[in-house]
């Protein structure tokens, strides 16, 4: 029994694992690898384009799990399985099946282990190199025997297991290896996790020779599909938990090319991009490049000396954050653009493809039959008409795919909520390469479309635990998707909900999407049930109390909760106490302990609904917050009623010079919730009222500087003419 341990995804070890089965050519060849696919190992062996992976699912009442299995050229894993079949061993995975309970927490099988055990910081300070990356470089993935980088791994990988405690899952795992290799018997390698290696050599003489078995819950939906993947995928850059980042640096080395030419094609990428790169530049690279691997004394350039010779040439400004491969973890916002291709260039777009006879699930089927059924084949745009019988049935369609994250679906424009009374979607539907694999992943919800959208649907609903607000997004999303079954039950929670919710402006978002539901019922086919008009007016009535207590303290969405309530009582239709609404809204709005935001919101609710109330100008530093409060509940009315427009036009008037600087970020903001025909419609009012030519209009809409700059202009200009001022040098 020999067993190699390996790191995953490490081209060093994919050959140590070639080398090693043709030398021994054991009877067996024992993976890591879940062992309820070997039944259908023929699926591997079909012509794929890797990378690909074993994508596993478990589905029961109470849990859902999802892992991959990732492979690519130089995986130890896939040249195990094809340089096994070549040398006529019998091929098997012993690992247990990603769907078993002790993988339940397991998303990625291959998962990089010990990164930050004493045992590699120990060597990574004595090598004087940052993280784990740089240190299994420089000790494993330069050139040397076999038989050495063997002793190497050995030794490593035991400090490793010696220093790291093993996680539950791994003793149960363990177990059901090392019976597979008492199965097997003496005449086999086993190619496995180094984690794993130290205790499996020990562990194997101990376990009976009986068949190993797993247990399968017959209630639950459980499976295993291949998929395609990718290099984005693989990267830990990009999160993924392999270990091995730069996908491509270690592809052009499994492929035998030069440690160069993936930094050539770094600088390649970036003048593409119009970056420009001398000829001194690159030279300057290559020189540096060289030195760094001299200094660090290795054989051939390694993957950091590639990337500090490229930083070091190509970026001329200083860095505010170490360089991304000196450290584990995604690309940050901000990081430096050229850093950002670099990065890119040694990651790789390489996508896996399926063979054509690879099995699917029935998903994809049942997703195409729909597609070609209503004319919903990408690419293409799509206009739908939500009033049309055919339209309400191709948008289920789409919003189905939406939910199961089905990327080339995109919609432009549809009805997000009620309130905005939207009649038609348009979606962009486009070709993408990553749609097959996500529905292959999807089907792990169900067999069929519906199927799917549906399970997916009842599994957010188990997880929401009370929370009305997910209740109520997930009700407006079950009207577009066409699931009445469950829109009784998911009322029923969120009207015994919104009677204990304390907070308003949670209850005003909750408001909206009911709101939406109920315009929209009949329309989308959702449930119309009187358990929906109950909600509805229990949670306005609510709503109404807690706008009570709201007070200065309260920021953030309280005047989107004031929009909501103006909506709920101008289009639902529902026999609520208007005049009790306007007698609180006049109260809150007199009240000193409000903010002056919420103040005009109240004003502004009060107009909207047909009261002619006078506007209460607040203090000058008030004035653009509250603005924004009184824009946001009425700007119809505002738009048609020049005495209103007058009223704030004589405010901003008398406001000093400074005052007007202060405010004017707020005033900005207020000013948003006009869209530029509107804008244009106040300039020509105003223009009209201070007796302007209304040709001039446009020009008070057109700033040829950022008003930014203009505001700072305006103090500086104030500044100097204080000083000229005071020292009589100012024209009066």
Same mark, same amino acid.
């Given at each position: 029994?020999k067993?190699?341990?390996v790191?995953?995804h /490490?081209?060093a ?7 090693t089965?043709r ?6 060849v @024992?993976?890591e ?9 023929g699926?591997l062996?079909?012509p794929h384009?890797l990378?690909?992976?074993?994508f596993s699912y478990?589905?029961?009442e ?5 892992s991959?299995?990732?492979f690519c ?11 096994g079949?070549?040398?006529?061993a ?8 990603a769907?078993?309970p002790?993988?339940a927490?397991v998303?990625?099988r ?5 990164r930050y055990s004493?045992?590699?910081?120990t ?5 004087g190199?940052e993280?784990v990356?740089?240190?299994w470089?420089?000790?494993f993935?330069q ?12 030794e490593y ?5 010696e220093?790291?405690?093993?996680a ?9 290896m090392?019976?597979?290799?008492a199965?097997a018997?003496d005449?086999?390698v086993v ?27 017959s209630?639950a939906r459980?499976?295993s599909y291949l998929v395609?993947?990718s290099?984005?995928?693989?990267d830990?850059?990009t *999160?993924?938990q392999s270990g091995?980042?730069?996908?491509q ?5 499994w492929?035998?090319?030069s ?7 770094a ?14 530049d690159?030279?300057?690279?290559a020189t540096? =490049?060289?030195?760094l691997?001299a200094?660090?004394?290795?054989q ?9 010779a490229?930083? $070091?040439g ?11 491969w ?6 940050r916002q901000?990081t ?19 063979a ?17 059924e209503?004319?919903l084949?990408?690419?293409?745009t799509?206009?739908l008409?939500l009033t049309?019988?055919?339209d309400?049935i191709r948008s ?10 089905i990327?080339g679906y ?6 997000? /909520? ?9 979606w962009k539907l486009?070709?993408?390469?990553d749609a097959?694999s996500?529905l292959?992943?999807a /089907?792990?919800w169900g067999?069929?479309l ?6 997916r ?13 997910t ?6 999303? =079950? ?9 009784e039950?998911?009322l ?8 204990q919710?304390q ?7 909750v408001?909206?999407n009911?709101?939406a539901v ?7 086919? /959702?449930?119309?049930s009187? $358990?929906?008009?109950?909600?509805l007016?229990? *949670?306005y ?6 706008l009570?207590?709201v ?8 005047v989107?909760?004031?929009v909501?309530?103006r909506d709920?009582l101008r289009?639902?239709?529902?026999d @609520?106490?208007r005049t009790a609404?306007?007698?609180l809204m006049?109260r809150r709005a007199r ?6 935001q ?25 004035l653009?917050d509250?603005l924004?409060?009184l ?9 048609e009623?020049?005495r209103?427009?007058g ?7 008398e406001l ?8 004017l ?10 869209p ?5 419609a106040?300039? =020509?009012?105003?223009?009209?009222r201070h ?11 057109r700033?040829k500087?950022?008003?930014a700059v203009l505001?700072?202009?305006m103090r ?5 003419s204080?000083i $000229?001022?005071?020292y009589g040098?100012?024209?009066?």
């Open positions: 029994m067993v190699v341990g790191r995953h /490490s081209p070890c994919a050959r140590l694992v070639a080398t089965l030398e021994v050519r054991p009877r067996h @024992l993976i690898g879940p062992a309820d696919f070997n039944e259908r190992l699926e062996y079909l384009r990378p690909i992976a074993i478990y589905h029961s109470t849990h859902a799990h999802a991959w299995s990732p050229d130089y995986s130890p894993e896939w040249v195990a399985l094809t340089v079949r070549e040398i006529g019998e091929v098997r995975f012993i690992d247990l099946p769907w078993h002790s993988l927490e998303e990625n291959y998962a990089d282990r010990g004493d045992h590699v910081q060597l990574c300070r004595h090598f190199v993280g990356d740089s240190l470089d420089h000790l993935e050139p040397m025997p076999a038989q050495d980088l063997a002793l190497r791994l050995r990988f035991t400090g490793v297991r220093s790291e405690p093993p539950p899952h791994d003793l149960p795992r363990e177990d059901f090392a019976r597979h290799m199965y018997g005449d086999s190619i496995c996790g180094g984690y794993h290696a130290p205790v499996l050599e020990r562990r194997w003489r101990d376990q009976p020779s009986d068949p190993p078995t797993y247990a399968i819950d209630t459980q499976g395609s993947y290099f984005h995928r693989l830990a850059f *999160g993924y091995m980042p730069s996908p640096w270690y592809q052009a080395m492929e035998g090319l440690p160069e030419s993936v930094g050539w094609e600088i390649r990428r970036l003048r593409r991009l119009g970056q420009p790169v001398s000829s001194a690159a030279l300057a690279v540096t =490049m060289l030195g691997q200094l660090r004394g290795h051939a350039p390694a993957r950091t000396d590639v990337l500090d490229l930083a $070091a190509l970026i001329k400004e200083a860095l505010d954050e170490p360089l991304p000196s450290v584990r973890r995604r690309l901000g430096h653009p050229v850093l950002v291709e670099m990065v890119a260039a040694f990651s790789g777009d390489r996508t896996g493809e399926l054509p006879d690879t099995p699917r699930p029935p998903l994809l089927s049942d997703v195409q039959n729909l597609l070609v209503h004319d084949l990408p690419p293409r799509v206009s008409t049309s019988a055919t309400r289920r369609v789409l919003h189905r795919l939406l939910l199961l994250d990327p995109l919609r432009s424009q549809g009805p997000a /909520s009620a309130v905005e009374g939207e009649l038609v979607e348009r486009e070709l993408s390469r097959e996500a292959i992943e /089907s792990a067999a069929t519906q199927m799917a959208a549906c399970a649907i009842e599994r957010a609903l188990a997880e929401a635990e009370g929370n009305i607000e209740l109520a997004s997930l009700l407006a999303t =079950m009207a577009f998707i066409g699931m009445e079954t469950e829109s039950k998911v029923d929670l969120i009207r015994t909900g919104v009677g919710t907070s308003f402006e949670a209850l005003g978002r408001l909206g009911l709101l109920f315009r929209f019922d009949t329309l989308l086919g /959702s449930a119309g009187s $358990a929906l008009r109950t909600a007016t229990t *949670g009535e609510r709503a109404l109390w807690l009570e207590g007070g200065s303290d309260d920021q953030g969405g309280v989107d909760g004031v909501v309530l709920v289009h639902s239709r529902l @609520l106490d609404t306007l007698e006049a009240s000193a302990d409000v903010t002056p919420l103040r005009g919101a109240c004003i502004g609710f009060q107009i909207a609904m047909g009261d002619a109330v006078p506007i209460p100008m607040p203090v000058a530093r008030d653009g509250f924004g409060g824009f946001a509940l009425a700007r119809e009315p505002l738009l009623d020049e209103l427009l009223e704030v036009d004589e405010q901003m008037h000093a010079e400074e005052s007007f600087l202060a405010i970020p707020s005033l900005r903001q207020a000013f948003s919730y006009f530029p025909r509107e804008k244009e106040i300039a =020509m009012t105003l223009v009209r007796g302007q030519d209304p040709a001039t209009t446009r020009d008070l809409l700033l500087q950022a008003p505001a700072e202009a500086v200009d104030a500044i100097v204080d $000229a001022r005071r040098l100012l024209d009066e």
